[in-house]
């Protein structure tokens, strides 16, 4: 039986922990965000390359969750393999889109491709190496997985998938809503301060295609916050206990304190759009993995 003082397979008080620290966050950067930044920003190799490839970790659980589904319906029978194939590759393929989608043009700087003028073969190239990236991460899951409950294994790979997307399309629309100047397009005006915008001071599709008008809020904070999802990973293992789940969760809370500096420290965020990406995926992954989890308890019984 699940236990219901848990939240994502972590007990509630990690939970309210994580809304706490981005409300604090949040309540701060109201009032010192862009003096934050003006201490902190300081664009280096370092963190371009973890710009770039930080969130590969976090792409990983849509194949892992992809594995998850699979694993779960194919315990269900024979007539089942065509879905579970079938959401296999769609989390594979999902870690790989995204991936190319969102840093795939300095890889394929890597591999000397120029639009217009280089080969479509070397276009194609940088694409497999995503593909190669993530191609390990489902036959390694399907491995350690304890398909023993099959339902709670479906339940934790959909929860991921669907938490994932609706939590991308969230912040995509609010990035429209609040239209919110970046640091990084501030700093080449003369007057930084004077076109500086508080998180709340919105003026809804100013941004249209305008990524200097997309900083609240941050979107790679919701790519990293998914790895708040990883205890319910290490919950649905073969050899699970609450000491893995609680160390895969510091794990997490690790990750996107990086990742959160990581975004300040490249003129890409200010403190609030860090704390607001994560709290709105937070509570997105919170809520659909409490439905679905909830539901596979009722099979169960």
Not at 62 to 90: F, H, M, S, V
Not at 216 to 231: D, E, K, Q, R
Not at 247 to 256: M, S, T
Not at 268 to 291: E, K, M, P, Q, R
Request: glycine letters at 6%; a positive charge.
């Amino acid at each position: 039986m699940m236990n219901k003082k848990t939240i994502m397979s972590v007990p509630a008080a990690c939970f309210w922990s994580v809304i706490a620290a981005c409300v604090l966050g949040i309540v701060i950067g109201s009032f010192k965000d862009f003096d934050i930044n003006a201490a902190l920003a300081n664009k280096t190799d370092l963190g371009a390359f973890f710009a770039t490839y930080g969130s590969y970790f976090s792409y990983c659980l849509y194949p892992a969750a992809g594995a998850c589904l699979y694993a779960g319906l194919k315990k269900k029978g024979d007539r089942y393999r065509p879905l579970a194939w079938t959401l296999l590759i769609l989390g594979w393929f999902m870690a790989v889109c995204y991936s190319n989608s969102y840093n795939g043009k300095v890889v394929r700087a890597l591999f000397g491709y120029t639009a217009g003028e280089s080969p479509a073969a070397l276009s194609v190239l940088s694409w497999l190496f995503w593909a190669v990236l993530y191609g390990w991460v489902p036959f390694v899951v399907i491995r350690l997985v304890d398909d023993g409950n099959p339902d709670k294994l479906i339940a934790v790979g959909a929860a991921i998938l669907i938490a994932g997307i609706a939590a991308d399309n969230v912040n995509l629309w609010l990035k429209q809503v609040a239209s919110r100047p970046r640091y990084k397009y501030l700093i080449t005006l003369d007057d930084p301060k004077s076109e500086f915008r508080n998180w709340w001071q919105m003026i809804p599709n100013l941004a249209g295609s305008n990524d200097n008008f997309k900083s609240w809020p941050s979107g790679n904070m919701t790519i990293a916050s998914m790895m708040f999802s990883l205890p319910m990973l290490t919950d649905v293992m073969k050899k699970r206990s609450g000491k893995k789940n609680l160390a895969a969760f510091a794990l997490a809370c690790v990750f996107v304190l990086i990742y959160g500096y990581n975004r300040i420290h490249m003129t890409n965020h200010f403190l609030s759009d860090v704390c607001s990406g994560t709290l709105i995926t937070y509570l997105i992954y919170s809520l659909i993995s409490t439905a679905f989890l909830r539901g596979a308890q009722d099979t169960v019984r």
